[in-house]
């Protein structure tokens, strides 16, 4: 079992900028893609951003295409998401996740596909 334990989160104002951090332990980070989802108040937790192992291969939700950006170094276990541009509507808790082995497709964006989750980190964006 991998844990997670998500940074970086916390009251910007719209079109600024925040990047979170997730430290990922108890696992073989690099032999699983990665992804971060958030859900907002009231609503279902949403695909955001997802890399695959090594971290050539990215997948973006629209909304965020163009804004957002997922990395991640596989020599320090941690994988981040850098959101430029932000938005009141990106206001929402953020979750990072450690796929599930034996995936057939290389970058999973769907809740399923995603055996690990940490406990979120609040991004607020003001208008």
């Known amino acids: 079992q991998v844990q997670l334990l998500e940074s970086g989160g916390g009251l910007v104002q719209a079109g600024g900028s925040l990047r979170l951090s997730c430290a990922a332990s108890g696992r073989t980070f690099s032999s699983y893609a990665m992804g971060w989802f958030r859900q907002a108040a009231g609503k279902e937790r949403t695909f955001v951003a997802a890399i695959s192992q090594g971290g050539t291969s990215t997948r973006y939700a629209d909304s965020v295409k163009g804004r957002f950006t997922i990395s991640r170094d596989n020599a320090k276990n941690t994988v981040y998401l850098q959101m430029n541009s932000l938005k009141p509507e990106d206001t929402a808790v953020y979750y990072c996740?450690?796929?599930?082995?034996?995936?057939?497709?290389?970058?999973?964006?769907?809740?399923?596909?995603?055996?690990?989750w940490g406990q979120g980190t609040q991004v607020t964006v003001s208008s």
């Open positions: 996740a450690s796929a599930r082995g034996g995936l057939t497709i290389r970058v999973p964006t769907t809740t399923a596909d995603f055996a690990s």
